[in-house]
């Protein structure tokens, strides 16, 4: 069973368009989170949550927004895309405690064109 | 506020030669460090951590790391490199806010590791 997943692997969009990248984790955790990686391979934190309640909230555009339904899910929607936001997206989770080591979904690609 | 270094950006290694991935780091308190390694196009895949205690880390797929507080290090290492390893190697420390949970993580650069057979 899959702990981390992400869906879609890889999107393809224009400028301009809305789009949201869904994450589900079956590992009991309570905390998760949304990591960048550009070009470069540099890995930066953007969002994360704590059962349900938005803890980090990095300086990214607002026209990112995520969403945690439950504690299980961290969804992440993606207003007005612009062509700098093409990345590779990555998922987390842990337990709550600052020790507990987080673990990764595979990524989605996010290419704008 | 913490951060980590990571000075190479790619170490080569001959199979069944040791190799070291280099990692230092600077935090206010005591640090919480990680090592996660990244094949292409996967995700990040986590393979040891200092939290306290002793200094020589053991790990997944046979690595280990050596937590150094006085030279502020924590080097990945493992004592015979296999091809398979080749892959990009990223250090982190745990970054402490006023909050506990939901702490992120600081990524070091990353390096790649390249081994030749």
């Known amino acids: 069973d899959t702990a981390v997943s992400q869906t879609p692997k890889y999107l393809v969009t224009q400028m301009g368009n809305d789009k949201s990248i869904k994450c589900e984790q079956n590992?009991?955790?309570?905390?998760m989170y949304w990591y960048k990686q550009d070009s470069k391979k540099f890995l930066k934190i953007m969002f994360s949550?704590?059962?349900?309640?938005?803890?980090i909230n990095e300086t990214v555009p607002n026209r990112f927004s995520p969403k945690s339904p439950d504690k299980a899910h961290l969804n992440l929607h993606i207003n007005s895309l612009e062509l700098g936001d093409s990345a590779v997206y990555f998922c987390?989770?842990?337990?709550?405690?600052?020790?507990?080591?987080?673990?990764f979904g595979p990524g989605t690609r996010l290419t704008v064109l | 506020a913490q951060s980590v270094a990571q000075p190479e950006d790619q170490v080569n290694v001959a199979e069944g030669n040791p190799l070291t991935v280099k990692c230092t780091y600077s935090?206010?308190?005591?640090?919480?460090l990680f090592w996660y390694v990244q094949y292409p196009n996967r995700g990040l895949q986590f393979l040891l951590k200092y939290i306290t205690g002793d200094n020589l880390v053991k790990g997944s797929y046979g690595f280990e790391a050596e937590f150094n507080k006085s030279q502020t290090s924590f080097h990945l290492k493992k004592p015979s490199a296999l091809v398979s390893d080749s892959a990009l190697y990223f250090c982190a420390v745990r970054d402490f806010g006023w909050y506990q949970a939901g702490t992120a993580l600081i990524f070091g650069k990353g390096t790649t590791l390249s081994v030749s057979s």
């Open positions: 590992l009991g955790h309570d905390t």
């Open positions: 949550y704590n059962n349900k309640e938005l803890i």
């Open positions: 987390a989770s842990s337990h709550r405690g600052a020790a507990d080591t987080q673990y």
């Open positions: 935090v206010s308190g005591n640090p919480y």
